[in-house]
T-cell receptor, first 113, second 115 residues
Framework: AQSVTQLGSHVSVSEGALVLLRCNYSSSVPPYLFWYVQYPNQGLQLLLKYTTGATLVKGINGFEAEFKKSETSFHLTKPSAHMSDAAEYFCAVSENRDDKIIFGKGTRLHILP | DAGVTQSPTHLIKTRGQQVTLRCSPISGHKSVSWYQQVLGQGPQFIFQYYEKEERGRGNFPDRFSARQFPNYSSELNVNALLLGDSALYLC??????????????FGQGTRLTVV
């Protein structure tokens, strides 16, 4: 069965500092991997995705993530945090390519001035 | 172009009542999926419908049901509401879930409060 583990339910970084949100997954087949962002009282917005090909994927708002099969990881990074990055971030996996997406529990990112 | 639209945005129901949530997918999208997001948790998959047929079901009781209409809009019904059904219900649509990946777009959700 597929699953996602996000390390740290809350992460705080200073404005301008590196953002690193950790995600490990479990999947019996080559997975599709996603990072979504959710602002308060909003739906989910796709930040980036890995399907096939290049393992370093770039997304919106300066975020990127690297698929590491050997480590079953898909960590999200951004070189320099901005106040507008404060939100809830969800790592997710899909095996069936059929919209059954399995989400992690989320990491709330706090940006310190 | 309009995104995925859900209605209502908020509603309050009493335990034991029934509720119907509605979702209109992006024009041209034939697949609709439903997710439940309890406060402080990630979304959990409830149902997926494609071309009006159920293609997937998550680990939810039979009190939860859904259907998809010829225009690809969808309804999620929950009977005999429990306090634990209080959550944000998200709908997602995609063009084609078969074969190659196509992105799922999420609506803003319906916030259901059961009192």
């Amino acid at each position: 069965a597929q699953s996602v583990t996000q390390l740290g339910s809350h992460v705080s970084v200073s404005e301008g500092a590196l953002v690193l949100l950790r995600c490990n997954y479990s999947s019996s087949v080559p997975p599709y991997l996603f990072w979504y962002v959710q602002y308060p009282n909003q739906g989910l917005q796709l930040l980036l995705k890995y399907t096939t090909g290049a393992t370093l994927v770039k997304g919106i708002n300066g975020f990127e993530a690297e698929f590491k099969k050997s480590e079953t990881s898909f960590h999200l990074t951004k070189p320099s945090a901005h106040m507008s990055d404060a939100a809830e971030y969800f790592c997710a996996v899909s095996e069936n390519r059929d919209d059954k997406i399995i989400f992690g529990k989320g990491t709330r990112l706090h940006i310190l001035p | 172009d309009a995104g995925v639209t859900q209605s209502p945005t908020h509603l309050i129901k009493t335990r034991g009542q029934q509720v119907t949530l509605r979702c209109s997918p992006i024009s041209g999208h034939k697949s609709v999926s439903w997710y439940q997001q309890v406060l402080g948790q990630g979304p959990q998959f409830i149902f997926q419908y494609y071309e009006k047929e159920e293609r997937g079901r998550g680990n939810f009781p039979d009190r939860f049901s859904a259907r998809q209409f010829p225009n690809y809009s969808s309804e999620l019904n929950v009977n005999a509401l429990l306090l634990g059904d209080s959550a944000l219900y998200l709908c997602a649509s995609s063009f084609n879930p078969q074969g190659a990946y196509t992105e799922a777009f999420f609506g803003q959700g319906t916030r259901l409060t059961v009192v």
